[in-house]
């Protein structure tokens, strides 16, 4: 049976990763929430026996705005509020105000009620954004230094650069995709949020990732070396030595992708809710970045390579 090119029907697999990903960056974007570690917060705990009504709550603290969580315990209430907003005058308003409705409404009776109130800063949730943005950008950089040193044997035929280009973009596509059905899954579960769990589980898909088109692109330099007289006598296509490349990889590729699947769906459910975040990451990942090593990177890696007119 005759293989279809994966490189000639390359347009195909590149409009429907186009239209996932702007559907990914919408799902992510309509659904995004932060966890406290990425926002400013004060949290109040009071000595309560009995739930708050929080539509009534969040009825009296419209004019402020805060995005309110409640978590009820055995002996106390815990009431949250998260909020971008970091002015001074604000932050007093609403601690104030906070204060002042638990007395009105008989959830306190004296200030000693309130066992606790605790703080998140500016400085310190602008500090964890940076980080994870930091760690993220010099992933993507480091991996994409390491790929056009690792391909430079192969210039005389491809420029290596685009190998690394193509390795930025084909991670980007899978954080995207990622990201997208994370945003999916924030809408169904309210307890589904963007922390730190979610930052790892990115960088995880990142070095994953670029495992698996690193040994396709290496195949390729290996046949590329290989093949070489071939291609300059012309008796061998550059594409022909990329879709060799890429059906060599295939079964690897994909035996790869099941057993960690397997270990993943594991981890989902029978590990506790802070695994269930990270491993539902690394499922989507296991699919997508699977199909985009294959039918992107590549393929992406060749046309590219035609359209400066480097040899065919």
Not at 266 to 273: A, G, S
């Given at each position: ?5 994966i490189?000639k029907?390359?347009v195909?697999f590149l ?6 990903v ?5 799902a992510?974007v309509?659904?995004?929430?932060w ?6 917060w ?11 009504n ?6 009296n603290f419209?004019d402020?705005n805060?995005?309110?969580v ?8 815990e009431?949250?509020f998260?909020?971008l ?9 609403l ?14 009776s004296s ?8 703080f998140?800063w ?15 950008t010099?992933g ?10 690792a391909?430079?044997w192969?210039?005389e035929?491809f420029?290596p650069w685009?190998?690394?280009?193509v390795?930025v ?13 994370y945003?999916i ?16 589980a ?7 990732s ?8 290496d ?6 070396i ?5 291609i300059r006598?012309w008796?061998?296509?550059l594409?022909e030595?990329f ?7 295939m ?10 699947l397997?270990?993943v ?6 590990w ?5 975040d990270?491993s539902f990451?690394i499922?989507?990942w ?9 039918f992107?990177?590549?393929p ?8 400066i007119?480097?040899?065919?």
């Amino acid at each position: 049976m005759k293989k279809i090119s994966i490189v000639k029907n390359f347009v195909y697999f590149l409009l429907l990763s186009l239209v996932l990903v702007l559907w990914s960056i919408y799902a992510f974007v309509s659904n995004l929430k932060w966890s406290i570690e990425f926002t400013w917060w004060i949290k109040v705990t009071i000595a309560w026996d009995k739930k708050i009504n929080v539509s009534d709550f969040k009825e009296n603290f419209k004019d402020v705005n805060p995005d309110i969580v409640t978590m009820f315990k055995d002996w106390n209430t815990e009431i949250e509020f998260r909020s971008l907003d970091t002015n001074v005058k604000y932050t007093n308003k609403l601690l104030w105000k906070i204060k002042t409705y638990l007395k009105d409404n008989n959830y306190i009776s004296s200030p000693e009620d309130i066992i606790s109130t605790s703080f998140v800063w500016p400085t310190i949730w602008e500090y964890m954004k940076w980080a994870a943005k930091t760690a993220l950008t010099w992933g993507i950089i480091l991996m994409a230094i390491y790929v056009l040193i690792a391909f430079v044997w192969v210039r005389e035929y491809f420029a290596p650069w685009i190998f690394s280009l193509v390795t930025v973009l084909t991670l980007t596509h899978d954080v995207i995709m990622a990201a997208g059905w994370y945003g999916i899954w924030m809408h169904f579960n309210p307890l589904v949020v963007v922390d730190s769990i979610f930052v790892m589980a990115i960088l995880t898909v990142l070095w994953y990732s670029v495992n698996d088109t690193i040994i396709i692109f290496d195949r390729i330099r290996e046949n590329i070396i290989k093949y070489n007289d071939q291609i300059r006598k012309w008796t061998m296509k550059l594409y022909e030595i990329f879709d060799k490349s890429l059906y060599q990889t295939m079964r690897r590729s994909l035996f790869t992708s099941v057993s960690t699947l397997l270990v993943v769906i594991c981890m989902y459910f029978f590990w506790n809710q802070v695994f269930k975040d990270f491993s539902f990451v690394i499922f989507v990942w296991v699919l997508f970045g699977t199909y985009s090593s294959i039918f992107l990177a590549a393929p992406s890696a060749y046309r590219i390579n035609r359209l400066i007119n480097w040899k065919k």
